[in-house]
T-cell receptor, first 112, second 110 residues
Framework: NAGVMQNPRHLVRRRGQEARLRCSPM?????VYWYRQLPEEGLKFMVY????????ESGMPKERFSAEFPKEGPSILRIQQVVRGDSAAYFC??????????FGSGTQLSVL | SQQGEEDPQALSIQEGENATMNCSYK?????LQWYRQNSGRGLVHLIL?????REKHSGRLRVTLDTSKKSSSLLITASRAADTASYFC??????????FGKGTRLHILP
């Protein structure tokens, strides 16, 4: 029973490129959360999705960032035209019914 | 905006002692959860307490919830070196999204 799978584990991009972060939730989970974490800080909420729906994207910058959770396939967090300030760890979590979250190992994004 | 705030930000104790961390939050909640994070890893769920519960136990963990004060505490008894980690509270506000605090960094000294 695989847990939440995130890939890639590490992603290096140059300024202006696009970053695509993938998250496969646990089997049977229909809720996905994305969080961003800077070193020595807490997790900052970005977006909450259910299958084919964005429930709450209040934590996500309105420009350059987008997220989706299609009917088939993983959830994708997409960052266009990355800047150095986007460098962070991005964590995905899934849940069955909005309660206990299961986290992936995160994607460490480094923007050169 | 940050919903939960843990206190203290950092805590160092001797192995075998008890560790207490506190969490305060701002709005009404459905439940409150505590998570643990080892350096560079994803968070691991420890315990969930619902708004109509006052205390919950799981092994060496004891969680209390005071909804009148909008606060919770996590007690780890008989601490071990392996308990060294960051601990976060997370609240499920009535708008469904789950918000985390900034965490308490716990260091257990040998």
């Amino acid at each position: 029973n695989a847990g939440v799978m995130q890939n890639p584990r590490h992603l290096v991009r140059r300024r202006g490129q696009e970053a695509r972060l993938r998250c496969s939730p646990m089997k049977g989970h229909s809720h996905v959360y994305w969080y961003r974490q800077l070193p020595e800080e807490g997790l900052k909420f970005m977006v909450y999705l259910q299958k084919e729906n964005i429930i709450d994207e209040s934590g996500m910058p309105k420009e350059r960032f987008s997220a989706e959770f299609p009917k088939e396939g993983p959830s994708i967090l997409r960052i266009q035209q990355v800047v150095r300030g986007d460098s962070a760890a991005y964590f995905c979590a899934s849940s069955a019914m909005d309660e206990k979250l299961f986290f992936g190992s995160g994607t460490q994004l480094s923007v050169l | 905006s940050q919903q939960g705030e843990e206190d203290p930000q950092a805590l160092s104790i001797q192995e075998g002692e008890n560790a207490t961390m506190n969490c305060s939050y701002k709005t009404s909640i459905n439940n409150l959860q505590w998570y643990r994070q080892n350096s560079g890893r994803g968070l691991v769920h420890l315990i969930l307490i619902r708004s109509n519960e006052r205390e919950k136990h799981s092994g060496r963990l004891r969680v209390t919830l005071d909804t009148s004060k909008k606060s919770s505490s996590l007690l780890i008894t008989a601490s071990r070196a392996a308990d060294t980690a960051s601990y976060f509270c997370a609240t499920d506000a009535r708008d469904d999204k789950i918000i985390f605090g900034k965490g308490t960094r716990l260091h257990i000294l040998p």
